[in-house]
């Protein structure tokens, strides 16, 4: 053992070439030795939850610099590259995602592009977000503006995803969390979003509720043009379900009397109250135009066209003020049509026997009211009776068989005094008329069958 | 250290070689050697260098080296003392023999 210390006095020749061993190697194992520590650290962080990390190398000091989404997420982090073999230091740079307070989350959608933005809890949830908005928006762009931040609510994830459903059910919009208070603005984008949205809600996760939901639903449109030349009229838009469009659309038939009804209604629910009650006048006020359309938006009806005569333009307003349910408005925009050039006596009848043909006066039955559905009917005959200014005209009433023939006598007397009333009270002469009951002594066809009982229950027009 | 075993293993086994090739000479050289007092200060400077590595006061780089270098120079001494017994023991023996 002793020689050791003496013989160790000669080896210091070996340490030169050693020192060009050591230079050789440190010059060549740096980099790689690098590399593969930052491989090794990188995979060491494989199952930890971090955001921008960043991994350093210098000889064997690790820098590692990164957000972590907790304080153990943090120190597990440090820990677990420390433990990486050949690893000598880790200076640790690593700190926590900064706490949001309010946690505020948003999907704003607009007609181009839904942003999502505001907070996210982790990065997964952040994918899983977008990826569920670019599932519900197919082709639609979808912009992150998502940052990460600590401090969401429970079950944030879950909620956030059944508001991404939602968001494409909007035309335009805004849906916000802000801790577990849910606020939406914006327009549906069918009729029923707004309703099926606010069912959405009632699955939230427990501990968020609603704060404000001001979806707005689009207007509840209905609308009807009656066209003259093509004697049609056209039905457009929406009504709240099929007994309503049955009832319109029979309606429509009744008081569009030689009109083809186009029916392209589709049922859908949001209609405001009282639909039905402020339609079917207005159709009613409609079929007394000659030309012209109906437009109803929500709780509003606008009318236009032109009527046949003067007077009829005020009975119209006057009636719709009268059958429009109350909070509805109603807007009517109604110019009179030009006379009609005068026709001799004999043009006169013929006019008014295929007028007739095609639609009768209709009363209540057993009385002498007439029926509203038949207001057209009698602007048309009105307006015929103004052309031939010199006929006297003989209105006459006649009765099926059914019933004592008294009664029957009476009631074609005064349906025909009726009709005459309603002549007068447009404007013509009283002298003109003259009303007539032939009770039912003057069948067109026969009383054994209903079909034919309903066609001599009529009023005729003959010009003297 | 494990990991610098394996990773330069072949830059070690050099040292150990050389160190071998050193203490085989070593033993049979004429040449001066190192005075005692040049040598405590080497020895002194080997143990300042070793404690400078053990409390990982140099960073980075510089570190590295430093590790590689000692570990190298180690294995060197351990090569070099292996080296000059077996000769030793080589020249015994021969001598006997005589």
């Known amino acids: ?464 | 250290m494990a990991y610098l075993v394996t990773f330069h293993w072949g830059w070690l086994l050099a040292s150990g070689l050389l160190g071998l090739a050193m203490g085989w000479v070593a033993v049979v050289h004429r040449g001066r050697g190192v005075s005692k007092r040049t040598s405590r200060w080497l020895a002194a400077l080997a143990a300042a260098l070793v404690a400078a590595a053990l409390a990982r006061v140099i960073p980075g780089r510089p570190g590295y080296w430093l590790d590689l270098g000692l570990v190298m120079f180690a294995i060197y001494l351990f090569g070099c003392a292996a080296g000059s017994w077996l000769r030793d023991w080589v020249l015994a023996r021969n001598a006997k023999a005589a």
């Open chain 1, 1 to 464: 053992m002793h020689g050791i210390f003496r013989w160790s006095g000669k080896w210091w020749p070996g340490t030169v070439p050693l020192v060009v061993f050591w230079a050789i190697a440190a010059w060549t194992s740096t980099a790689p030795l690098e590399s593969d520590l930052a491989a090794r650290s990188t995979a060491a962080l494989k199952d930890t939850v971090l955001d921008k990390t960043r991994i350093e190398v210098a000889g064997r000091d690790v820098t590692l610099a990164a957000d972590a989404f907790s304080e153990d997420g943090r120190r597990s982090a440090v820990a677990s590259v420390e433990t990486v073999p050949g690893v000598r230091l880790v200076n640790d740079e690593t700190r926590l995602v900064p706490e949001a307070k309010p946690f505020v989350w948003s999907a704003e959608r607009d007609v181009a592009r839904v942003t999502l933005g505001g907070s996210s809890p982790l990065p997964a949830s952040k994918g899983k977000l977008l990826e569920a908005a670019r599932a519900a928006l197919g082709g639609v762009e979808v912009v992150d503006q998502m940052n990460l931040a600590r401090g969401a609510p429970p079950r944030f994830d879950n909620a956030a995803l059944l508001l991404l459903d939602q968001i494409g059910k909007l035309k335009d919009g805004k849906i916000t969390i802000s801790d577990t208070n849910i606020s939406l603005s914006g327009m549906a984008h069918d009729l029923g979003g707004r309703e099926a949205i606010a069912a959405a809600l009632k699955n939230l996760p427990e501990g968020f509720s609603v704060a404000a939901n001001e979806i707005k639903a689009p207007p509840y449109v209905f609308q009807a043009y009656k066209d003259p030349v093509a004697s049609t009229v056209t039905l457009t838009g929406y009504v709240p379900d099929n007994n309503v469009h049955a009832a319109i659309a029979a309606a429509a038939g009744r008081k569009f009397f030689s009109e083809k009804v186009v029916d392209n209604l589709k049922a859908s629910v949001g209609a405001p109250s009282g639909f039905a009650g402020a339609v079917v006048p207005a159709l009613g006020a409609l079929s007394r135009l000659s030309t012209g359309t109906l437009v109803v938006a929500d709780r509003e009806a606008k009318l236009s066209g032109d009527a046949l005569y003067d007077a009829a333009v005020a009975q119209i307003r006057a009636s719709l003020a009268k059958d429009f349910p109350p909070s509805w408005q109603v807007k009517a925009d109604i110019s009179v049509k030009p006379a009609a050039a005068p026709v001799d006596p004999t043009v006169c009848q013929q006019l008014f026997s295929d007028l007739l043909a095609k639609g009768k006066i209709r009363f209540e039955s057993g009385r002498a009211s007439i029926d509203p559905d038949s207001a057209g009917l009698l602007d048309r005959l009105i307006e015929i009776a103004m052309r031939c200014p010199t006929a006297d005209i003989e209105i006459a009433g006649h009765t099926d068989s059914d019933g004592e023939d008294a009664f029957n006598q009476a009631l074609s007397e005064k349906r025909a005094q009726a009709v005459a009333d309603y002549l007068v009270k447009a404007g013509l002469p009283a002298n003109r008329f003259t009303a007539t009951g032939y009770g039912s002594s003057q069948p067109v066809a026969s009383n054994d069958t209903d079909e034919g009982k309903a066609q001599n229950r009529r009023i005729d027009f003959l010009v003297r």
